[in-house]
């Protein structure tokens, strides 16, 4: 499972660096600022200084290197988890969010923020600015938790009992 779960990791971290670079680099975000694609996306620049929806915002050094800190302890525990895991759907939510995690601390420790690109709006409701790397950890959490309701948790449990 580790091998499965480190390579799901690399595929979400290259995804999430090579979007970045394109929109960086390529379609320079940077000076465009946004660009309307539809009627309910968007590509804009945003930079996030703090973690999860911008909470938590660190704009000095010291703020910086405690949630590159942070997420790098987060990342250890997770590959712990990875190497004890015991069924694949668990091994690939665990790499979603070991990939997304490590792009978004490169992205930290390069530009000193994390790149947000992709910003969507339906409903009247206008949802947060986000990157690959945050998609692949919203994924690998939504998935930890379908994990751990139907395939570690008691109903998963009451179910082997009855066979």
């Not at 690399?10 to 960086?24: E, H, V």
Request: glycine fraction near 10%; avoid cysteine.
């Amino acid at each position: 499972m580790l091998k499965l779960g480190l390579r799901i990791a690399a595929i979400t971290f290259f995804l999430d660096q090579a979007s970045k670079w394109y929109l960086l680099n390529v379609i320079d975000m940077r000076a465009r600022g946004l660009i309307e694609v539809t009627d309910f996306f968007n590509l804009r620049m945003v930079w996030n200084r703090g973690v999860s929806f911008g909470m938590f915002s660190a704009d000095t050094p010291t703020g910086r290197y405690a949630l590159i800190l942070f997420a790098l302890v987060v990342v250890g525990f997770l590959v712990v988890w990875l190497a004890r895991a015991h069924n694949r759907l668990l091994a690939v939510a665990i790499g979603f969010v070991i990939g997304g995690a490590i792009g978004n601390v490169l992205d930290r420790a390069v530009y000193g923020a994390v790149a947000d690109f992709f910003d969507f709006y339906a409903w009247g409701y206008h949802f947060y600015t986000f990157n690959v790397a945050d998609a692949g950890i919203s994924l690998g959490v939504a998935l930890l938790i379908y994990e751990s309701i139907f395939l570690s948790g008691p109903a998963a449990r009451q179910a082997e009992h009855e066979v």
